[in-house]
């Protein structure tokens, strides 16, 4: 298969998809420059973690401008199946791929730790196959991590089944309001969602920084079901 992976001015994590992709998986991986235009016909489009363009305005603003998403929207409103991760879920937020916004944790610091992160839904481009309760053990790095969208946006949500990730305990239970297993104060604990199509996937923990079992810390390597999900899709 083929990944295309965008780059940004202050992305940090496109090497970190590429290789879960390239040295991991065995598919091949492009990365693409922004300001391009070609996504190179991939058969997966993937929007890194970081800090597109140093995140001043805001969180995806300047990102949704730059000429590669025109196409990755595109791209997506043709079914491609499209993964942003952390400042890639906030960019798909921003471009209107998916509803919400990313605001700033409830305790306004930045977060680095490790999550349990509760799979709700096995039917999307990137968790096919996983059993829901499935719970994957990952990093988040991030400032601007609390998921808010207006009553009625939530409503739709939940009942559309389009909650894909929810912050949990080790066991799979969801406490929305422990900021223990629910640190950035995200609304009924969502940690990522989907589009209607279930073909565009946002979530805010990083699972492709516990893909290896060498690498991945206490998260070993759970974070690797979402990758391989999404070329078993």
Not at 4 to 18: E, K, L, R, W, Y
């Amino acid at each position: 298969m083929r990944i295309s992976v965008v780059v940004f001015p202050g992305s940090n994590c496109d090497h970190d998809i590429a290789h879960v992709y390239g040295a991991v998986l065995k598919q091949k991986v492009s990365l693409v420059w922004h300001r391009d235009r070609d996504l190179q016909r991939p058969d997966i489009v993937v929007i890194p973690g970081g800090f597109a363009h140093g995140d001043y305005l805001r969180t995806g603003a300047l990102a949704k401008l730059s000429p590669i998403m025109s196409e990755v929207v595109k791209f997506a409103e043709s079914g491609g199946p499209v993964l942003g991760i952390c400042n890639g879920f906030q960019i798909l937020c921003e471009s209107g791929l998916l509803p919400g916004v990313l605001l700033q944790n409830i305790q306004r610091r930045f977060l680095s730790r490790f999550v349990h992160v509760k799979i709700e839904r096995g039917d999307t481009a990137f968790t096919r196959g996983i059993a829901p309760g499935h719970v994957v053990t990952c990093p988040i790095a991030h400032f601007e991590g609390n998921y808010f969208a207006p009553v009625e946006t939530i409503a739709e949500l939940e009942g559309e089944g389009r909650v894909v990730f929810r912050y949990s305990d080790a066991s799979g239970l969801v406490e929305p309001f422990n900021l223990e297993t629910n640190p950035n104060g995200a609304i009924n604990a969502i940690a990522g969602i989907t589009n209607k199509r279930r073909n565009v996937v946002g979530l805010m923990p990083h699972p492709e920084r516990s893909a290896e079992v060498l690498v991945g810390g206490i998260g070993g390597d759970s974070g690797r079901c979402i990758f391989t999900g999404s070329i078993a899709a």
